[in-house]
């Protein structure tokens, strides 16, 4: 079954064409990370418009990279929430009008759902997971798929939300972020540390170079929000915040600045380590969720924890995560980087275990920018 | 850039309240063009719990069309604020940043449309995307970051009838919320909360 997946939520502009849920046959994305790297952050205006006159040329690129016609194509899949109104219906306007034209199934797919279905992709790219071939019960499994029941983390500038999956279709929403989402947390302290955009490649690349003879140098602080899988970023962030200023001042009253001003000369005079306080701070990140996701590993008793989303390529959360599972048997898995950020392929890859169940979306589908996946009963 | 050279930059030191050019300013919502801003009042908050009650208290108060500016910088409280707002309108869905997105809507007692111009670079960019839409419907609007969406008030991507709360860090955890309003609804708006915020206070102790 070949499926023509368009993604146009937030900021990028994508198109792919995947073979029964896994087989890349293209991707193709309108990347902007260069205009993006100007402002130290995306720009929605340029996004918007650039999504507007990429959605064709970028169409046409995944058809013919793919060397696929129209009529090869078995559904076309689009994502219609959760996002930016404005730009979810630049590609489920142009998905109807296609599905329409050609008489090929429609189908809806949730983002974050496609985000975890990134991890059935499959890539000759080493940076991947290796697969592990592992018979399943389950009626479309194939070797190197992500087995059932499995958790998954996705973490990204606009989720981080902890999820059960017993079985494809099913989700159960564990917990999310009350605030901040985990890479959105990473961009803003990129930027105060001033070590550009994006900010969780920088923070990473920083952390490297921190002086282990001032270990403790900085302790940030953890929510740990007990008895929930819910997250918390924002008081992290406002911790390094103050850090990075150096030292607290009393109310004033002229506020803001004179606090601004007064912890900056402190600052100069203390010395501030910034691969420290970056190292500290991706610590304190990465804690919270291998803490977290651990234990719903344990308390679910999944088989496999896939990570998705772009801070899913964070090295060490990988490998925190890769050695606090190994003990359970539970294995952990992650997409290649191509497919952890917004992408087209993940969209088609769900559809196709909606597609082969026979579901379908009417012309009437509208865009629904707070879309979220069904609570979990379970977790306390 | 140095850490302190860029902290200040980032934080782009401007007066606390520049001096509203409201003279000046095309008035939407009175024929005669005669818009006047209240007092400004002034809040504390002692912490983040303080500073969403705050919000809360708002919340209850809002009506269909009203428009809540937020400005302060990062770690300054306007997502905790927000959150009361939502917590005060009805709303049981969890609030969180819409830094990424720019909006999150929310179905409560009224539609919230949650904005946050983080990543905003100016009010051209509101008007192309179609944002007031939004300003102009049937919910509450509150934007995070609003001065991204206006280089002045004049020009601003809202109409010309609104509360403001500007946040100022005066501690770790103590926050100024420093209240004004402009427009016939956005001064009784602000009336009300300066009450509701005085009768709680008084209640706490």
């Known amino acids: ?380 | 850039m140095s850490i302190l050279e860029n902290i200040a930059a980032y934080w782009k030191p401007e007066p606390i309240m520049p001096t509203p050019k409201m003279n000046s300013m095309p008035d939407l919502t009175t024929p005669s063009g005669s818009a006047t801003t209240s007092a400004p009042v002034e809040l504390q908050s002692a912490s983040v719990a303080e500073t969403r009650q705050l919000g809360e208290l708002l919340g209850r108060l809002l009506a269909s069309g009203d428009l809540i500016l937020l400005r302060g910088n990062l770690g300054a409280g306007k997502t905790a604020f927000t959150q009361g707002v939502a917590c005060g309108l009805g709303i049981t869905a969890p609030v969180n940043s819409p830094t990424f997105t720019v909006l999150k809507e929310y179905a409560g007692r009224l539609p919230l449309y949650h904005f946050d111009l983080y990543r905003i670079e100016g009010p051209g960019e509101l008007f192309d995307l179609g944002f007031e839409d939004y300003f102009l419907g049937a919910g509450v609007s509150i934007v995070e970051w609003a001065e991204r969406g206006a280089t002045d008030d004049a020009t601003a991507a809202w109409p010309n009838d609104w509360l403001r709360v500007t946040f100022t860090t005066t501690g770790p955890d103590t926050r100024l919320l420093r209240c004004d309003a402009v427009g016939e609804r956005g001064r009784a708006l602000l009336a009300a909360f300066a009450c509701a915020a005085e009768d709680d206070q008084r209640k706490a102790g």
């Open chain 1, 1 to 380: 079954m070949l499926i023509l997946g368009i993604e146009s939520s937030c900021d990028e502009t994508g198109a792919a064409i995947v073979a029964d849920g896994r087989i890349i046959h293209s991707n193709v994305v309108a990347s902007q990370a260069s205009i993006h790297e100007q402002y130290g952050g995306v720009v929605p205006e340029v996004a918007s418009r650039h999504q507007l006159s990429a959605i064709l040329p970028v169409l046409e690129t995944a058809l013919a990279e793919a060397g696929a016609t129209w009529s090869d194509l078995d559904g076309i899949a689009v994502t219609y929430g959760p996002g930016l109104a404005g730009s979810l219906l630049v590609g489920l306007t142009s998905a109807k009008a296609l599905a329409l034209a050609r008489n090929l199934p429609l189908i809806g797919i949730n983002h974050l759902e496609a985000h975890i279905y990134a991890n059935w992709l499959r890539t000759n790219d080493t940076s991947a997971s290796p697969s592990t071939a592992i018979a399943a019960a389950d009626g479309d499994h194939q070797p190197g798929d992500p087995v059932f029941p499995l958790l998954a983390l996705v973490i990204s500038g606009a989720h981080t939300e902890l999820v059960f999956i017993p079985h494809h279709g099913r989700y159960e929403l564990l917990g999310q972020t009350r605030d901040d989402a985990a890479g959105e947390a990473f961009d803003k302290v990129a930027r105060i540390l001033g070590l550009g955009y994006p900010g969780g490649p920088a923070i990473e690349r920083a952390a490297l170079q921190r002086d282990a003879s001032i270990p403790h140098a900085y302790t940030m602080p953890r929510a740990w929000l007990p008895g929930t899988y819910d997250f918390s970023f924002s008081g992290l962030k406002t911790a390094v915040l103050h850090m990075a200023q150096g030292a607290q001042v009393g109310a004033t009253a002229d506020g803001a600045n004179r606090y601004m001003r007064e912890g900056a000369a402190a600052a100069s005079q203390g010395g501030i380590s910034v691969p420290n306080l970056a190292a500290a701070f991706q610590e304190s990140v990465v804690d919270v969720l291998a803490t977290k996701t651990l234990r719903a590993a344990q308390e679910l008793g999944v088989r496999q924890v896939v990570l998705a989303g772009g801070v899913a390529a964070n090295q060490p959360l990988r490998a925190r995560l890769a050695a606090d599972l190994a003990p359970l048997g539970i294995a952990l898995r992650y997409p290649p980087i191509a497919f952890c950020t917004d992408n087209a392929a993940m969209i088609a890859a769900a559809a196709y275990f909606h597609l082969r169940l026979g579901e379908r979306s009417g012309f009437d589908l509208d865009v629904r920018p707070g879309l979220q996946l069904p609570f979990a009963a379970v977790g306390s």
